[in-house]
């Protein structure tokens, strides 16, 4: 069984930083894309970012500029790098990666709230 355990998330002030991280563990043959996405309160969940195996990275605009994703394939970790927090990036943040074929494995959720 494979599972991905997230860490990081916290209270920070607005204009603060924080750095999530992600591992994966279990038994896995390969780790494909890892992503994080996000859910505030009342709303839907969304994609932040997302990096290949290649390490190619895709974020949604409204991060842009501010947020990091990187990966350490030795340790199959991603992490998020969140920097110029606003209150608006208040929300729960959940690991995703595609690992072995064929299987999605979301994390439990880590809560990143921003105070103004």
């Known amino acids: 069984q494979v599972q991905l355990v997230e860490s990081g998330g916290g209270l920070v002030q607005a204009g603060g930083s924080l750095r999530l991280s992600c591992a994966a563990s279990?038994?896995?043959?390969?780790?494909?894309?890892m992503g994080w996405y996000r859910q505030a309160p009342g709303k839907q969940r969304e994609l932040v970012a997302h990096?290949?195996?290649?390490?190619?990275?895709n974020y949604a605009d409204s991060v842009k500029g501010r947020f990091t994703i990187s990966r350490d394939n030795a340790k199959n970790t991603v992490y998020l790098q969140m920097n110029s927090l606003k209150p608006e990036d208040t929300a729960v943040y959940y690991c995703?990666?595609?690992?072995?074929?064929?299987?999605?494995?979301w994390g439990q959720g880590t809560l990143v709230t921003v105070s103004s």
């Open positions: 279990g038994r896995i043959f390969s780790v494909n894309t």
């Open positions: 995703r990666a595609n690992i072995n074929v064929g299987t999605v494995v």
């Open positions: 990096i290949t195996s290649g390490s190619s990275t």
